[in-house]
């Protein structure tokens, strides 16, 4: 796979794929520009080398065609902010009005294209929308790691209509980083996994088994394990139909040797609300009525003695919901473990949505050593699948 340091763009319109698909508020403002920050040195490298760039990426969920609260014209100012240069925009992504200002730019200038998701080809993978969008450029970069497992027009499809093609420096900066991980390993390794459900990472604990030599469970999933292990959790989140999926992971781990840890006690609380009354409980025992949603001073000792002794981390999943004052406290100890770990000599791998804002939250994003900015296409690299958005720049 050729990236753009193997190209030398004088003269040419690189097409590139990149993933603005960014956190807005109710005023239509970038409240979080860590994706569209990250992909700046490859615009810029292109831009330096006398080239011009046409950026097209999808936002959102939009459902019927056009919706202004999914237009990419709201990333205009944090990009030229970030860029240091003004941005051209078309509210089109394919038609006349993009072609005509995509062959009239010269070297040094942007264009931003509309919303790719406004057609419905786009997620289809239509190939004569595809086709349509391969005349824009004369060079198709793909720099949207985060979309690299869909097999879409923009991502995938369209790179058959171009005899040169290649990674942008976030792409092969996630894979270097990804296959770190996989292939060159430094003992012990641990994976820290948190989130609501055990169904979202059946595929990724099965593959960590045969890879680790710590998994620690935190968030809700951890209280399914609790329960499959005979544990009293209250009113705790529980996937009852994947009690005995708990019980063979937990034995899967054992016969590999792999240490399996669970939280030991919760911050539980009466309500799922801000302002709850909470106190400590062992997750043996958790009262009816009550629910866990954090884990407790106990379970952060042991996690941080088990994180701390590690060589390389693997972070996916929040311990809690961090997003609450009152249930922030495990997810910040583990996050403030892996920084301490990586400053000890350990490689830091964090990825998955809210690991990620749970890491820039705490102000540790430069502590540790890499932030995926792709979540579900960096889990199905580890799941061991192949991701068609890099097999089509092969």
């Known amino acids: 796979?050729?990236?753009?340091?193997?190209?030398?763009?004088?003269?040419?319109?690189?097409?590139?794929?990149?993933?603005?698909?960014?956190?807005?508020?109710?005023?239509?403002?970038?409240?979080?520009?860590?994706?569209?920050?990250?992909?700046?040195?490859?615009?810029?490298?292109?831009?330096?080398?006398?080239?011009?760039?046409?950026?097209?990426?999808?936002?959102?969920?939009?459902?019927?065609?056009?919706?202004?609260?999914?237009?990419?014209?709201h990333t205009i100012s944090t990009i030229e902010k970030l860029l240091g240069i003004k941005v051209d925009f078309v509210d089109d992504c394919i038609g006349q009005e993009a072609k005509t200002k995509s062959l009239a730019l010269k070297a040094g200038q942007v264009l931003l294209l509309e919303n790719l998701r406004f057609y419905k080809e786009e997620e289809k993978g239509d190939l004569p929308f595809a086709e349509k969008l391969?005349?824009?450029?004369?060079i198709y970069v793909n720099d949207a790691f985060g979309t690299a497992h869909r097999a879409h027009?923009?991502?995938?499809?369209?790179?058959?209509?171009?005899?040169?093609?290649?990674?942008?420096?976030?792409?092969?900066?996630?894979?270097e980083n990804a296959k770190r991980v996989v292939e060159n390993v430094e003992n012990p390794f641990t994976a820290i996994l948190g989130g609501a459900k055990i169904s979202d990472k059946i595929l990724l604990i099965e593959k960590l088994i045969d890879r680790v030599n710590n998994i620690i469970i935190g968030g809700g999933?951890?209280?399914?394990?609790?329960?499959?292990?005979?544990c009293s959790v209250g009113n705790s989140m529980v996937e009852n139909d994947k009690l005995d999926l708990a019980k063979r992971l937990i034995e899967?781990?054992?016969?590999?040797?792999?240490?399996?840890?669970?939280?030991?006690?919760?911050?539980?609380?009466?309500?799922?609300?801000?302002?709850?009354?909470?106190?400590?409980s062992s997750n043996k025992t958790i009262p009816d009525g009550w629910l866990g949603l954090d884990i407790g001073p106990k379970t952060c000792e042991q996690f941080n003695k088990i994180i701390e002794s590690s060589k390389t981390i693997l972070w996916n999943g929040p311990m809690g919901v961090f997003e609450m004052k009152l249930f922030e406290g495990g997810t910040k100890s583990v996050a403030v473990s892996i920084a301490n770990a990586t400053k000890k000599g350990a490689f830091s791998l964090i990825g998955g949505g809210d690991s990620v804002a749970a890491i820039s939250k705490f102000g540790l994003t430069d502590k540790v050593s890499?932030?995926?900015?792709?979540?579900?296409?960096?889990?199905?690299?580890?799941?061991?699948?192949?991701?068609?958005?890099?097999?089509?720049?092969?």
Do not use: W
């Not at 993933?19 to 490298?45: C, E, G, H, W, Y």
């Not at 391969?134 to 004369?138: A, D, E, I, Q």
């Not at 058959?160 to 942008?168: I, L, N, S, T």
């Open 221 to 230: 999933m951890a209280y399914t394990f609790l329960k499959a292990q005979g």
């Open 134 to 138: 391969s005349k824009l450029g004369t």
């Open 252 to 280: 899967k781990a054992k016969d590999k040797g792999v240490e399996f840890h669970l939280p030991l006690d919760s911050i539980i609380a009466d309500k799922f609300d801000a302002n709850a009354n909470t106190k400590i």
């Open 1 to 73: 796979m050729k990236t753009i340091k193997d190209y030398n763009f004088s003269g040419r319109r690189a097409l590139i794929r990149v993933d603005f698909n960014v956190p807005l508020d109710q005023s239509f403002n970038v409240t979080d520009n860590t994706r569209i920050k990250a992909t700046i040195p490859t615009i810029k490298k292109i831009l330096k080398d006398g080239g011009s760039c046409i950026l097209m990426s999808h936002l959102g969920r939009p459902k019927n065609g056009h919706e202004t609260k999914y237009s990419l014209k």
């Open 153 to 175: 027009a923009s991502t995938t499809i369209i790179a058959q209509f171009f005899e040169d093609k290649c990674a942008g420096l976030i792409m092969e900066s996630e894979l």
């Open 370 to 394: 890499y932030v995926s900015t792709g979540g579900g296409a960096l889990l199905e690299y580890f799941e061991g699948k192949e991701l068609p958005g890099v097999v089509a720049l092969s």
